[in-house]
């Protein structure tokens, strides 16, 4: 609403009705403008002027509104804006590899007392910082302003804004080789000297000392606050400069903090994209609906979720649609596509948009 609006509605408006004036228009404005729909990509720099346009001018048309790019390319995220997307900037936020020979102490360590320097879980890119460390902190927020600083970008995109993954989505289990029913210390990040002395300092407990560590609910409220507090940080940064911060997130609340520490419905966020990927917990479409209504529940309305589908989790093209709807239905502000955004998935979201708008 802006203060033209305001006034008018203060006019006519008794005294005490007057800030009921302005939030009901303010919600109608949002629901008028309709859901917002987001592509998941990585600027391939051999893209040519003449593809972008084609691209995102075919974007644009079917429902899109906005990109989410995985690297820096001023040349992309132009041509976004040009037809009318927002370009918003995709980080990986705490897991990253470019510190492990200045700052090795920055890593995080696991319950075994391994670092992710040495032995990083499940995966060689898995390179984890310790979010208790205040330079960690402070090197992502530098990380986040000088991304900021560019007229170009819209927005900040946090990914891997987490723990390391406790427990892997039941899917990867047996690619893996493992049992993951309960939690493993290998996988149980981080007990490095200064997460344990934050603790004992915060609550008086000594982790080394707890028979059942993972039993713990202080221990396990300090890990979400930890990533909490730097994600609020940084969000700060994102909203003084008048710029959007977003992130990709584990499907619902309940999975996200059990599985990867993470506490997204206490962020200060202007929107979420929880990876609703069905296939890696072994569900069915119609359980994105359900993990958007629980999403939906949790966030009580503090900003909008945009339900993240992975595009090879789908059998057919029907699936892709009935995937599409059950977000919609059940309060998702908006479908995140990850995989190949082909003519056909932008055909099905054109075609539900256009009955959205409609009903
Ligand atoms: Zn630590």
Not at 186 to 194: A, G, I, P, Q, V
């Given at each position: ?13 008794a005294a ?8 009901n ?7 008028k403008?309709?859901?917002k729909?987001w592509?998941?990509t990585n ?8 593809e ?13 509104t906005?990109i989410?790019?995985?690297a820096?390319?001023e040349?992309h ?10 370009a ?8 990253r ?20 320097v040495d ?10 910082l310790?979010p ?8 992502l ?5 000088d991304i900021?600083?560019?007229d170009?970008?819209d927005g900040i995109?946090?990914?891997?804004v987490r ?12 690619f893996?080789k493992?049992d ?17 002395a ?8 000594d ?6 560590p ?6 396990r409220?300090f ?6 507090r ?6 700060a940064?994102?909203?003084?400069k008048?710029?959007?911060?977003t992130a ?5 609340p ?13 962020w200060?966020?202007?929107a979420?994209?929880?990876m ?7 569900e ?23 339900a993240?589908?992975y595009?090879s989790?789908?059998k ?15 309060g998702a ?8 955004v082909?003519?056909t998935?932008?055909?099905?979201l054109h ?5 959205n708008?409609?009903?």
């Amino acid at each position: 609403m802006n203060k033209r609006e305001f006034l008018k509605a203060g006019l006519f408006a008794a005294a005490a009705t007057q800030i009921p004036v302005a939030v009901n228009a303010e919600v109608a404005k949002k629901k008028k403008k309709g859901p917002k729909n987001w592509v998941w990509t990585n600027p391939n720099m051999k893209d040519t002027d003449e593809e972008l346009v084609n691209r995102f001018t075919a974007y644009k048309a079917s429902g899109i509104t906005g990109i989410f790019f995985e690297a820096d390319s001023e040349r992309h995220f132009r041509a976004a804006k040009a037809q009318g997307l927002e370009a918003h900037r995709w980080i990986w936020t705490f897991n990253r590899a470019e510190l492990l020979t200045e700052h090795p102490e920055w890593y995080s360590v696991s319950r075994k007392g391994q670092s992710c320097v040495d032995n990083p879980p499940y995966v060689k890119y898995y390179r984890w910082l310790c979010p208790s460390r205040p330079e960690v902190q402070e090197y992502l927020e530098k990380t986040v302003t000088d991304i900021l600083a560019s007229d170009y970008v819209d927005g900040i995109h946090l990914d891997y804004v987490r723990y390391c993954d406790v427990i892997l989505p039941v899917n990867l289990w047996d690619f893996y080789k493992l049992d993951e029913t309960r939690e493993l210390p290998e996988y149980d990040f981080c007990y490095c000297d200064t997460c344990k002395a934050k603790f004992k300092e915060a609550y008086g407990i000594d982790v080394d000392k707890l028979q059942y560590p993972d039993a713990c609910l202080s221990w396990r409220l300090f890990r979400y606050n930890n990533i909490t507090r730097v994600v609020n940080s940084v969000a700060a940064i994102a909203h003084k400069k008048k710029k959007q911060i977003t992130a990709a997130v584990f499907p619902t609340p309940e999975v996200a903090r059990r599985n990867v520490r993470q506490d997204w419905t206490n962020w200060n966020l202007d929107a979420v994209c929880p990876m609703i990927y069905h296939g890696f917990y072994k569900e069915g479409v119609s359980w994105i609906g359900d993990a958007v209504a629980e999403g939906v529940h949790f966030l009580a309305g503090k900003f909008p979720l945009y339900a993240g589908l992975y595009l090879s989790d789908f059998k057919n093209d029907a699936e892709i649609r009935t995937g599409i709807q059950n977000a919609l239905s059940r309060g998702a502000a908006g479908i995140s596509f990850f995989g190949n955004v082909s003519p056909t998935v932008l055909d099905i979201l054109h075609g539900e948009m256009q009955s959205n708008k409609r009903a």
